[in-house]
């Protein structure tokens, strides 16, 4: 059996991802007390049916805290038994969720009379922070449609099958803040910049000047050996310790160049060791 725990802050997506999960054959069920799990899994898998090898359930912020906090406990116990447990965790910036809540008119779960709404959202950040500690796979979905939601899930969750790697390699630009759902993150702004040249400042890391300019310069070519060389170490790492998923981001000034071209040849350089590398270009 192959258990998927969908959680996050209201707003950032769940309902969208328990959707997709629904397309792609997994028997959902929404909104399940935390205390009610073990007991629900116990009879699922007593029950012996195959409508329920691959089952998600979503888990919010409308539980007691304490069984929050037992939720890790129970899914560890859940593994020992036999079964493929993962917490998938949607998570969105502030200012985004609020305006998402603001055009949909929604009352947030956790607000009561005297809250604002900021201060529920830090409500829920505070009392998922179990669940978002022990997550195996973190979505960012501040700058992602639904459609993009869907897509991630279906290529991340789909194809791994809750066995092997999914490596997903992102650049993205600091000046829009680093992503959330990174394992590692490579700083490479310390590579010469094309975008002070005028004729490049448009471009991007796919195009032709931008690619011979960086490679006509040594440190580019040692810090992708760098982090190659890293990464080729720790991949089986994580391998040997079951992970599903590994999340790298590299991040240059406006995620437009030096970070896109590196996140090319990393994902070029893995493909040939690694039968499930994504790529993933939050700015472009």
């Given at each position: 059996m192959r258990l998927i725990i969908v959680s996050g802050l209201s707003g950032s997506g769940k309902s969208v991802a328990l959707d997709a999960l629904e397309d792609m054959g997994?028997?959902?069920?929404?909104?399940?007390?935390a205390a009610l799990l073990g007991g629900l899994i116990t009879q699922t898998i007593e029950a012996r049916d195959a409508l329920y090898d691959n089952m998600a359930v979503g888990v919010d912020a409308r539980n007691r805290a304490a069984d929050l906090k037992s939720l890790p406990d129970l899914l560890r116990s859940l593994k020992e038994q036999g079964v493929r447990c993962e917490i998938v965790f949607l998570h969105a910036d502030d200012q985004v969720l609020l305006k998402r809540y603001r055009e949909t008119r929604r009352r947030h779960p956790l607000r009561a009379k005297d809250m604002s709404l900021q201060d529920a959202v830090h409500k829920e950040r505070e009392l998922?922070?179990?669940?978002?500690?022990?997550?195996?796979?973190?979505?960012?979905?501040?700058?992602?449609?639904?459609?993009?939601?869907?897509?991630?899930?279906?290529?991340?969750?789909?194809?791994?099958?809750?066995?092997?790697?999914?490596?997903q390699i992102e650049s993205f630009g600091f000046k829009h803040g680093v992503p959330f759902d990174a394992d590692f993150v490579f700083d490479v702004r310390c590579l010469p910049n094309p975008y002070w040249d005028p004729a490049m400042r448009l471009m991007t890391g796919?195009?032709?000047s931008v690619i011979e300019f960086l490679e006509n310069h040594k440190i580019t070519k040692s810090m992708l050996n760098d982090i190659l060389e890293f990464l080729r170490n720790r991949i089986p790492e994580y391998r040997e310790h079951?992970?599903?998923?590994?999340?790298?981001?590299?991040?240059?000034?406006?995620?437009q160049h030096r970070s896109v071209y590196l996140a090319d040849k990393i994902v070029s350089a893995l493909e040939g060791d690694n039968q499930n590398v994504l790529l993933r270009h939050n700015e472009l």
């Open positions: 997994f028997y959902c069920i929404d909104n399940v007390p998922l922070g179990p669940i978002t500690y022990s997550a195996d796979l973190v979505i960012d979905t501040t700058q992602t449609s639904i459609y993009e939601l869907r897509d991630s899930l279906n290529q991340r969750v789909s194809k791994s099958g809750g066995e092997g790697l999914s490596i796919r195009d032709p079951k992970r599903n998923y590994l999340t790298i981001a590299i991040g240059c000034t406006g995620g």
